[in-house]
């Protein structure tokens, strides 16, 4: 399993491709393409390296995860993979828009297309993404464990050296602090973990310096 990584928006969302090497079988993760410039880069590497979409994915739905939803949908006609907790932040997504004072685009509502629960695989080719609940930042969030890649993409649940924060609609920090714990600290130490913004780390250096956990 391959994953390539592009920082997109004001916010800096990590967007994530990740992919099967022999089928090229490809999931988005967090498309936060939100002008044609990043759009542009983002479909030069995905032509490039001939992958093939066939899974959209968001960690949870806050506006700055969903700004490319609708440019991947419409170019590589996939919908739509969540939790289907964080539906009610989809549905509010214009709301999102006028908090953090954006205009014009992201006014339509994100669907969720394919719902997905703890436990659940996505097949990429042979090789598949376990989905783990992680609720705490926002009630949906999930996180994307590859075994075989040896890595994790854990939304804006887990950072290098900090959690998400848990002050915008649904966020609850205690919640979140068990998610961690139970669902992302018992990966195996070495695990490279893949957060929604900021550098990557792994689960041993959480474990033994997050001043949060």
Request: aromatic share 8%.
């Amino acid at each position: 399993m391959k994953i390539h990584s592009f920082e997109f928006n004001l916010f800096g969302v990590n967007t994530y491709l990740i992919w099967d090497e022999l089928t090229l079988h490809t999931a988005v993760v967090d498309p936060g393409m939100s002008n044609p410039a990043e759009c542009e880069e983002f479909s030069r590497f995905v032509s490039d390296n001939r992958l093939d979409i066939v899974r959209l994915i968001d960690t949870h739905l806050h506006i700055d995860h969903t700004m490319g939803n609708e440019y991947v949908e419409a170019t590589y006609h996939v919908g739509l993979t969540a939790h289907r907790a964080d539906a009610p932040l989809g549905k509010m997504r214009a709301a999102q828009a006028r908090a953090f004072h954006l205009q014009g685009a992201h006014d339509t509502p994100v669907k969720i297309n394919i719902e997905v629960n703890m436990g659940d695989k996505i097949y990429l080719g042979k090789q598949w993404l376990d989905v783990i609940e992680v609720p705490g930042h926002s009630p949906g969030s999930i996180a994307l464990y590859s075994p075989e890649g040896g890595f994790v993409v854990t939304g804006d649940a887990l950072f290098n050296g900090s959690i998400g924060r848990t002050d915008l609609a649904g966020g609850d920090h205690a919640t979140l602090i068990r998610s961690i714990r139970s669902g992302l600290l018992t990966l195996p130490p070495d695990t490279m973990v893949y957060p929604g913004h900021g550098p990557s780390t792994t689960i041993a250096r959480e474990i033994n310096s997050n001043p949060f956990l």
